[in-house]
């Protein structure tokens, strides 16, 4: 449907649309004039347009390295107020294009509008994004109101910034508070497929997706969109398109991630997800009494260690022969930079009395493989299917984990590829 034919939003006459161009896609001069296109064409269909950009490819990790070698134990403000510039460059070159082309543009710092966030510098959280300077701007006969994204203004009037994939969390929240039709995120792939195409040659571009199986995903590992912003779109219903920024792209492409209303009729499972960066901690014989659970896991969780897959078995020794089963091995899965933290967790609490254990053994050379699909609601025996794909191939499960629309195992590191390959295959994922 042409945007002309669709109620205007609340600051100009015309539909709004949100668009979002990551680092690559904004890394040189060529490629913000590429992406100023893309914006131009939204705008002469008819969309008054917010575009939210990254810093250019590079640029935060540059500056990021500035603030380190000036301050080991650095102001978290003012690493903020340095990180957060590198979107602000981005933000007056995109606007500086778009007039250049005739488009009535100007450029937002989140102090701007304001983005109103909370004061966790680093990892700020939105609060609020009032609409009024940017409706105002539109009422004016602005077309384009080009943002900067990751960054926003805390209580006390610091600029914040939001941590990993804030662009991306800014779009989907801007979105959710204009109203708009859609959020399209410009990325350097095409959309999202039913795994990584570098590891399996068979993977398919899905041409939807539904919410929950796009927070699955990426979750258990997909790069394509950051857990936060899915998490933001499921919530307020944010229609998402993944695309790409380097192809000719048009109202039909990419990756729409939607409502699962929205998908007539989906597969069993739509993917298959990998996460090489996983650890198996397991604690040996530990005492079996109400309580063990929570003295394991509530310092896990103080110390700001995400555990995901969790075992616990009958240990092989006991305290005595007359009460067998008295002791306990207890196994849970983290990401490998959480190893060190989740070790020191768990030898303070031994140190505190709070738990005791023989031994504590780490394994740095596992890798979690997953399955997801809203069709496993309706559906029995996928869990026997995977198995069967993965024994098939020699492949030993070491821990197993499932949700609703998941089931996920943490195998040997050196088997991963052949297992999302198996796995591929096995649920035919390169079939539409």
């Keep these: 449907k042409d945007a002309r034919e ?43 347009v917010i575009v939210i950009v990254s810093a250019m490819s590079g640029e ?8 380190e070698g000036t301050s080991k134990l650095y102001d978290a403000r003012e690493y903020d107020a340095v990180v957060a510039s590198g ?21 937002w710092q989140g102090w701007q509008v304001p983005i109103q966030t909370t004061a966790q510098h680093g990892s700020a959280r939105f609060v609020d994004i009032p609409r009024a300077n940017i409706d105002a701007k539109f009422k004016e006969g602005f077309k384009v109101a080009v943002v900067a994204g990751f960054q926003g203004v805390s209580p006390e009037g610091r600029i914040t910034t939001l941590g990993r994939g804030g662009s991306d969390t800014t779009a989907v929240a801007f979105a959710a508070a204009f109203g708009a039709e859609r959020c399209d995120i410009y990325t350097d792939v095409d959309g999202v497929y039913t795994t990584d195409p570098r590891v399996s040659s068979k993977a398919r571009k899905l041409e939807k997706i539904a919410f ?13 969109l950051q857990t936060r912003s899915v998490e933001l779109a499921m919530r307020y219903k944010v229609r998402l398109r993944v695309l790409s920024s380097f192809e000719d792209t048009d109202e039909n492409s990419g ?16 993917g298959v997800a990998f996460s090489r960066e996983e650890a198996k901690i397991t604690l040996f014989t530990i005492e079996d009494r109400p309580g063990v659970a929570s003295a394991i896991f509530g310092p896990l969780a103080d110390a700001g ?22 002791v306990t091995d207890m196994t849970f899965s983290c990401p490998i930079n959480q190893v060190e933290r989740a070790k020191k967790a768990m030898e303070d609490a031994k140190a505190a009395g709070k738990i005791g254990y023989d031994e504590l053994i780490v394994d740095t050379d596992v890798a979690k493989v997953s399955v997801v699909g809203i069709g496993m609601r309706s559906h029995a025996g996928v869990a026997a299917k995977m198995f ?25 590191r050196k088997y991963m590829e052949l297992a999302v390959q198996a796995l591929h295959d096995a649920f035919d994922l390169d079939k539409a």
């Design 6 to 48: 669709i109620r205007g939003h609340a600051g100009g006459s015309m539909p709004l649309l949100v668009m979002k161009f990551g680092g690559t896609s904004v890394a040189d001069l060529a490629r913000i004039e590429n992406a100023a296109k893309k914006v131009q064409k939204e705008v002469e269909r008819g969309y008054d």
């Design 60 to 67: 935060t990790n540059k500056l990021v390295g500035y603030v």
């Design 87 to 107: 979107e602000n460059v981005t933000a007056g070159l995109m606007a500086l294009r778009l007039q250049e082309m005739g488009i009535p543009a100007r450029s």
């Design 212 to 224: 929950e199986e796009m927070l699955e995903l990426a979750s258990l590992g997909a790069k394509v």
């Design 255 to 270: 990756t729409l991630v939607c409502d699962e209303e929205e998908i007539m009729e989906s597969k069993v499972v739509s």
């Design 305 to 326: 260690v995400n555990v995901d897959m969790i075992v616990q078995n009958i240990s092989e020794k006991d305290y005595d022969d007359a009460h067998p089963g008295a």
């Design 388 to 412: 069967n794909a993965l024994a098939a191939e020699g492949i030993n499960i070491k821990v197993i984990s499932t949700s609703e629309i998941k089931i996920s195992v943490l195998i040997d």
